[in-house]
């Protein structure tokens, strides 16, 4: 007996499309498994580098609040924690307290050898320059070129060549907007120092305008400074006088350096 004849199968379209499906999948399916697994990987990796940012921030800030007030662990602070949103806080702290003058808990002024200071105010100028220069849009800004300002007028008691150094960070912490009992203390500093370099002109003008002020400044760990500048700048705008008359500075200074008294004071060379 005789088989019948076979007849050619004949997918329909669906067929025909589930085998596309298949073969391209058999094809490309280990690229899609390694695309699949790199979208895991990765949405992991930026959980794990999240979760690791916050904490690395916490403990900043925590290094922070625990060595806002001592030196050496500011100091070992900034070490470990070289970046994060804690660390300029750092940095105008570390910088407030060595450019205040040591003190007793009381505010009294305690004896420094001249290399401690000149170590202290080093490390002031330091820490200050790092924050200004690197933190442009830090919000306290104004005050931290102040302090800047202030540990260069500071080390020009010994460096007279300084002078125009310290004009030159005061008048870009007017240009940051102080406010205006600060932009007077601000301007009794430029007029002072302009005084002592000989420049009388940008002296008489910076003095009027301080005079023109008043209000208590504080600025981060200074304390407040009640304005004695005011008497100061009386003074100094007579010594100038108008015009062209003003009495001629001694070249040295014989007194021994003596630090701002209790409370921000600030005393003529």
């Known amino acids: 007996m005789a088989r019948p004849k076979r007849v050619p199968f004949k997918p329909d379209g669906f067929q025909r499309h589930a085998g596309s499906v298949a073969s391209w999948l058999n094809t490309r399916g280990f690229l899609v498994a390694v695309g699949a697994v790199a979208v895991v990987g990765a949405f992991v990796a930026a959980v794990v580098l999240a979760n690791m940012h ?34 300029p806080f750092m940095l105008l702290a570390l910088g407030g307290l060595s450019a205040s003058p040591p003190a007793d808990k009381d505010g009294k002024p305690l004896a420094e050898t001249a290399e401690a200071r000149e170590e202290r105010l080093a490390r002031a100028e330091k820490v200050l320059r790092e924050l200004v220069n690197g933190y442009p849009g830090f919000a306290h800004r104004p005050p931290a070129l102040v302090l800047l300002g202030l540990v260069i007028e500071e080390q020009s008691r010994h460096a007279p060549d300084r002078r125009m150094d310290a004009v030159a960070v005061f008048e870009e912490a007017l240009d940051a907007e102080p406010g205006a009992a600060l932009e007077a203390f601000i301007q009794y500093h430029i007029g002072r120092n302009c005084w002592l370099a000989g420049k ?33 700048v009386d003074y100094l705008l007579a010594l100038i006088g108008p015009g062209d008359r003003a009495i001629p500075m001694p070249e040295t200074d014989a007194r021994p350096p003596q630090p701002p008294p209790a409370g921000g004071g600030d005393p003529l060379d």
Do not use: C, F
């Open 200 to 232: 009388n002109d940008r002296a008489r003008m910076a003095l009027t305008r301080a005079g023109q002020a008043d209000g208590i400044v504080r600025l981060p760990y200074w304390g407040p400074i009640v304005a004695p500048w005011r008497e100061n």
């Open 54 to 87: 916050e904490s690395s921030e916490n403990a900043s800030w925590r290094a922070y609040e625990t060595a806002a007030g001592d030196i050496d662990k500011l100091e070992n602070a900034l070490a470990v924690h070289e970046s994060g949103s804690a660390r």
